[in-house]
Structure formats: C-alpha cells, structure tokens
C-alpha cells in the first residue's frame, strides 16, 4: 500500500543495547524527517533528510544515528538505548510546501 | 519563549458549538502554517495548511492567519465528538513552493467536544 509505515509498533530494550527503527515510504518524498513526542514536549526534531546520501541534526540529536541509502528509507538508529529514549517514534515525509505526513509510530520503552 | 505556542486545553465544547483552537509563533521568518489533528495514541493527521494571510475555508474547518500579529488560529463549525483531539500547530520557514522544510510544533491543544 502506498504511504508510510514504521516497523516495529512497539519495541521494548534494555538499556545499553542498540536498537533500530525502520520507516519506508512509497511516494518518493524527497524529505523524510523523525520525530519524538513526550508529554509535555509536544513533536521534536531528531534528525531530517533532503534527500538520499544527505542528512541534519535536528532539536534532539544527541543519542541517535539515522541514514539514507535509498529515498524511501530512513532508519533511525539508538546506539545505547537510555531510559530518557523511552518515547513515541514518528516518521515523516514530505514534498513541496512543507505538508508533512506521518508513519503510525513506535512505542520505544527502555528498561 | 517557545517558538510556537498553543494553550494545552482542554478546551471543552458544546455538541454543534463553534471551537476555536488559538496558536502563536516566533519566528517572523515563518512561511507555511499546519494545523495537524491527533486522536489519541494515534499519529498526527494533516487537516489544514495556509501560506497567505487571511482565510482558508475546507469543509468545517477555517484557518486563520495574521502574520503581523503571528498568529493562527483553527476554527470548527458544528463542532462533534469525532472531532475530541489534540491539535497540534505547526509552522515551516519554507513557503508554498518551498522544499520539505522541517516543521516546529507546538505542544497541542485537547479539545472536547461534549454531548
């Protein structure tokens, strides 16, 4: 189906461990972007992609390591996953004027 | 200051009242404005974007931009329950044909649309 999606849904780590976070799209956005949501903190910038092989540090970078290889992937990768990780995913995407659209999420829990 | 802000709510409506969800930004240089709905343990759905200053009509919803005053606001008419979210604004420095340009958020207003 076209759009979106994230794998997985719901991931649950320990501490220390690495973890990846898979998003593909099928529209052939140029732009892919990740997002993190906490109570209190609304939607922050991890890290964002114009374009294959090109990508920039968002507002919360620190922790993560994202690549894109391909225009319609763009993992995100925890080195060591912490408690302060714990957090919903987003992946998004998106094309002229700015319209972002949003993959399902992952819940990442870090024990 | 935050770059953008909106009132956390909830803001609680009649059934059929008109809602109006408030936001304000910073950033002067700010282009393209979003207005995404997110229901609950769900992700952020697009339902209204405006580039220009003035009113932007689709369906029940109007945006409303001001950008001396730097401010957006959504307004819905015959408000449901269906529409019981959260609201998140948005803006973007990039403009209508601009590229994908990261968007900033505000922290969401919870909007209740009571029976």
């Known amino acids: 189906d076209a759009g979106i999606t994230q794998s997985p849904r719901y991931k649950i780590t320990e501490t220390g461990r690495q973890v990846t976070l898979m998003c593909h799209q099928t529209w052939s956005h140029s732009y892919m972007f990740w997002y993190r949501q906490d109570l209190g903190h609304g939607l922050r910038l991890i890290y964002y992609s114009a374009a294959a092989d090109i990508t920039d540090k968002g507002e919360v970078p620190d922790g993560y390591v994202v690549s894109r290889s391909k225009t319609e992937n763009f993992p995100l990768t925890l080195e060591s996953a912490t408690r302060s990780q714990t957090s919903v995913y987003f992946c998004a995407s998106s094309e002229s004027g700015g319209k972002a659209f949003f993959g399902q999420g992952t819940r990442l829990t870090v024990v | 200051q935050k770059e953008v802000e909106q009132n956390s709510g909830p803001l609680s409506v009649p059934e059929g009242a008109i809602a109006s969800l408030n936001c304000t930004y910073s950033d002067r240089g700010s282009q393209s404005f979003f207005w995404y709905r997110q229901y609950s343990g769900k992700s952020p759905e697009l339902i209204m974007f405006?580039?220009?200053?003035g009113d932007k009509e689709d369906g029940r919803f109007t945006a409303q931009l001001n950008k001396a005053s730097q401010y957006v606001s959504l307004l819905i008419r015959d408000s449901q329950p269906s529409d019981s979210a959260t609201y998140l604004c948005a803006v973007n420095r990039e403009g209508v044909t601009g590229g994908g340009n990261k968007l900033t958020f505000g922290t969401g207003t919870q909007l209740k649309v009571e029976l």
């Open positions: 405006i580039y220009s200053n």
